[in-house]
């Protein structure tokens, strides 16, 4: 009897760990197009609360930059080039982000809590 | 492409008031100008740096993690906000607010290796926004598809000194029209404010990096009053640290910040 609950207590433990890394690495992805003529798309994202991962691709023939003040992150890319942000949100809310190098469009990610 | 012109100048803004307030201040008596040298010796390496730093960026952007790029950003901002305080305060200890009373302290000797603190405020000052518009002109211009544009780019940045040069000059100027006294105390907030921002800037990277909680994150929300990211919210934010949704731990710092500096200021009177 005693056996089975150790097993048991192991299966459990193990399945926990699992999850939690696997929760650990699966960051929420999402990724940011920014087109030529000083634009992006989407402009408007919807995030969860907590870390998610931005991937930044610039399809432009000109350098630009993604920067939010109120999620301080910036992050310049030279023309035709990838990177990624790992952003770190701790409660909901929408925050605006803009390409520093071309004032002319501006996005909003909103951070929705998805457990309420 | 007109963006050109406008982003060379706003990011090298900061830059030329460092700079220039600090030529000012070393003009103001002949026994300052043995720090002219270690002024322009900053500027001039700080070019260079921002050259490598703009080829970095450009060819081994995807090497540099972003968390290395982080820790850069708060490197360079702290220590532009020590460098600052640290400039301001020497030059008041000696005399370079009252300018009458600077000939009559010409005896005082001055400690050359304080020169190295000017060398490496204006080296730091130019590298920090300089690497930005050196890789935006750099991509601009590699990438741009005609030789007409390639034109533009030069020219567009080529205004953008003459505006540069043109600031830097009416800084120079303005001390003739005001007090010398007058002109030192804006000066010398100006250059405090900066820092104070600088140091705003250095606490969201460490925000960013886990270093250090932010305890409330945010404290209030002031994007009703004034959203940090329209134009004048970004004047806001380089000038002065402004916020609209800021973290306890950085209007703490803030605060401290300013304390800190009233203290100062009034032991080195």
Known sequence: MSNYRYIILIVLWI???SLALASAKDLAEFSLIFKPGGYFEPT????????????????????IEFESIPLRKEKVLAPGTKSFVVIKTSRPGEFSFFDDFHRSARGIISVKDLNQ | MEQVFFIVWRESIEALLIVGILHSWLC????????????WGGVVSGLILSVCFAVILLNISSLLGHIEQEWFQATMSFSACIFIVRTVLWMKKYGCNLKNRVEKSANKSLDRSSWWGVFILAMIAVAREGSETVFFLFSMLTASRSSNQTIMVVWYSAFALMLSIITFW?????????SWKIFF???ELVLLSLASALLVSGLDCFISLNLITPIVDPIWDASWLLDDSSSLGRIAANFFGYRSYPALISVLAWIAYWIVILLLRRYFR
Do not use: D, H, M, W
Not at chain 1, 44 to 63: A, D, H, Q, T, W
Not at chain 2, 28 to 33: D, L, P, V
């Open chain 1, 15 to 17: 399945s926990t760990a």
């Open chain 1, 44 to 63: 408007y994202l919807e995030v969860p609360v907590g870390r998610f991962k931005l991937e930044l691709i610039n399809e432009s023939y000109e350098p």
């Open chain 2, 28 to 39: 103001a008596s002949s026994k300052y100008y043995p720090g002219l040298p270690y002024l």
């Open chain 2, 170 to 178: 009416l800084l120079q100027a303005g001390k003739r029209f005001i």
């Open chain 2, 185 to 187: 105390c804006t000066t």
